[in-house]
């Protein structure tokens, strides 16, 4: 299903040791509008920074100024939600080629967006859209991400995504399939711990046994987040501090995959941006904690 | 089911205005706690009110003119006629205002929505090249210069009530119209800005968009008394230096040496 090796396009993002996020703890949080004022007063106290790639597609003005102000302190991740990497709409070829355009002049250190689709008939749905795990998505998704990698000339990573429902013809589990994509595709993982925990109450299943089921070369970053109780299921809605349960998953991540680049979202009910620092630097601390481990030979 | 339609089947359950689906138990897994329905259900109202929410970020005073709750009924059916087309979500309200319009609202509030969305335009419209300066003039080749007005320069025809509607005035909703104004929207910096034109200023805009030399962008100044006339063709020009509008003067002949 790969094309052989002396076809392949050079993958050329920048390694975590050019991009600085190698040998330490890095964590770092996502740059959203309400904060831009107090960033570009003071910057930001964070390992590297995450950007909402739409947010910043084609645009001018305070967006890009903050974004650059902040790049030139940190590393930048791209991370989109609206390429609809499983969606039967044929790619965007006006969105890749700014999405390269963006990733090039700001010197992204990654590339990501999320395994699902959420358009539909030439329309966006803004949303996170979970996909039925058979062989005929799989071999669907496997060949776009390629499509994406080429386009790009750098490896993209995909993130699990949160869910409500499940498709009665998914004939695979959501790791199995997660699992499957990134290594027939070439991919990186974006593991979002949040999100594993959602779907593991949502939908019944074991949060750790879905970890270490896992890869672990392909897990290159991590993200924290909050959820909600909406009363009868656990709701994604990014709107509080990462529960003790995520932290518990973070501390478990940290033995499998080791210290990893970390990024910490929130985005409803957005607090100060002293609150997210606090956030990270809890993260940031388990996460020396595994280091120290490391070094002094503990497992 | 292929994958096509799976997908199709689920955008529509999420999508629909009309509530839930025939069929879903069919399709997807549910439990005596969460059924299908209600599962679907979560995506559905996430669709609409992440789209409505989109909506009152952009269109703040119109919603404020509005009211909540015709905000949301207008909002919410504008949604299902008129799905995002655009990867960004703020980009979903491209017809906001004409919908408005064909829902029967009052022409100031319409055009109040007008100027909301030629807002969020400047807003997101990258940088220029370069902001000319009145430096840039050649004084000798002026008559056959050309401009080029920054990305986020727009020109509207308004109801006046909307501009005053804008500043918080919603009383000037209820008052007669005075008629119609020529409005510039552009981003000065990081700073979105709307400002009303007189009848030759805005003719001078229209005709300087459409490519015309200098010469012709100041021949709409013709009241019959010549330094009058370049007076004011400089006052004009002059502010569209000051504010930003020009990216560059263009000379289609090359300098003489």
């Known amino acids: 299903m790969r094309r052989a090796a002396d076809q392949e396009p050079a993958l050329n993002e ?65 991370h989109g939600v609206s390429l609809s990497i499983g969606g039967m709409d044929p790619l965007s070829e006006s969105y890749l080629a700014e999405l390269s355009e963006l990733a090039k002049r700001i010197g ?96 019944g299943f074991s949060a750790s046994q879905y970890l270490r089921a896992l890869p672990k070369e392909r897990v290159q ?35 499998l995959f080791g210290a990893l680049p970390t990024i910490v979202e929130w985005d409803e009910r957005l607090p100060e941006l002293s609150v997210l620092e606090a956030e990270a630097d809890q993260a940031r601390a388990l996460s020396n904690r595994r280091l120290s481990a490391e070094v002094e030979g503990k497992p | 089911m292929k994958l096509a339609e799976l997908q199709a089947y689920f955008a529509r359950a999420a999508t629909s205005g009309n509530g839930p689906l025939p069929d879903l138990e069919e399709f997807f897994l549910g439990s005596e706690q969460l059924p299908a329905k209600d599962r679907l259900a979560i995506y559905n109202r996430g669709y609409f009110y992440r789209l409505l929410d989109a909506l009152a970020s952009v269109f703040g005073a119109t919603k404020r003119v509005l009211g909540d709750s015709d905000f949301e009924r207008l909002g919410l059916s504008y949604v299902a006629r008129y799905p995002s087309e655009h990867p960004a979500v703020e980009r979903v309200g491209r017809a906001f205002a004409s919908h408005l319009r064909s829902a029967g609202v009052s022409s100031p509030v319409v055009d109040l929505a007008q100027l909301e969305w030629a807002r969020l335009r400047a807003l997101v419209s990258p940088n220029p090249a370069s902001v000319a300066s009145v430096d840039a003039i050649d004084s000798e080749r002026f008559p056959a210069a050309r401009v080029r007005l920054v990305p986020s320069l727009q020109r509207l025809e308004l109801d006046a009530r909307a501009l005053t509607a804008f500043n918080g005035g919603d009383l000037a909703l209820r008052e007669e119209s005075t008629g119609t104004c020529g409005v510039a ?62 990216e560059s003067v263009i000379y289609d002949e090359a300098p003489a040496d």
């Open chain 1, 14 to 78: 920048p390694s975590l040791a050019e991009a600085g996020l190698d040998g330490a703890a890095r964590v770092g949080f996502g740059l959203r509008v309400p904060h831009y004022d107090a960033i570009l007063g003071r910057g930001l106290r964070a390992d590297f920074a995450e950007a909402i790639s739409e947010n910043f597609l084609g645009r001018g003005g305070r967006a890009f100024s903050v974004l650059s102000r902040v790049r030139s302190d940190m590393p930048v991740a791209l």
């Open chain 1, 108 to 203: 992204a250190f990654s590339v990501s967006d999320h395994l699902s689709f959420g358009t539909f008939g030439g329309h966006y749905g803004h949303d996170l859209w979970p996909l039925p795990y058979t062989e005929e998505a799989l071999s669907h998704v496997v060949e776009r991400v390629q499509q994406v990698q080429d386009r790009l000339g750098r490896r993209l990573l995909l993130e699990n995504v949160s869910s409500y429902v499940q498709y009665r013809a998914s004939a695979l589990t959501e790791w199995e399939f997660l699992t499957e994509v990134v290594t027939r595709a070439d991919a990186g993982l974006l593991l979002d711990l949040n999100n594993v925990f959602v779907n593991a109450v949502n939908h």
């Open chain 1, 221 to 255: 970053q991590i993200h924290l987040a909050g959820h909600s109780d909406a009363g009868g299921y656990l709701l994604d809605d990014h709107g509080s501090a990462v529960s003790a349960a995520v932290w518990r998953m973070y501390e478990e991540s940290l033995e």
């Open chain 2, 185 to 246: 929207v552009w981003r000065s910096n990081y700073a979105v800005q709307h400002q009303s034109l007189d009848a030759l200023e805005w003719q001078a805009l229209a005709s300087a968009e459409s490519g015309a030399t200098l010469s012709l962008v100041c021949s709409v100044f013709d009241s019959g008394s010549p330094s009058e006339d370049v007076r004011q063709a400089f006052r004009v020009l002059s502010g569209w230096f000051a504010r930003g509008w020009l």
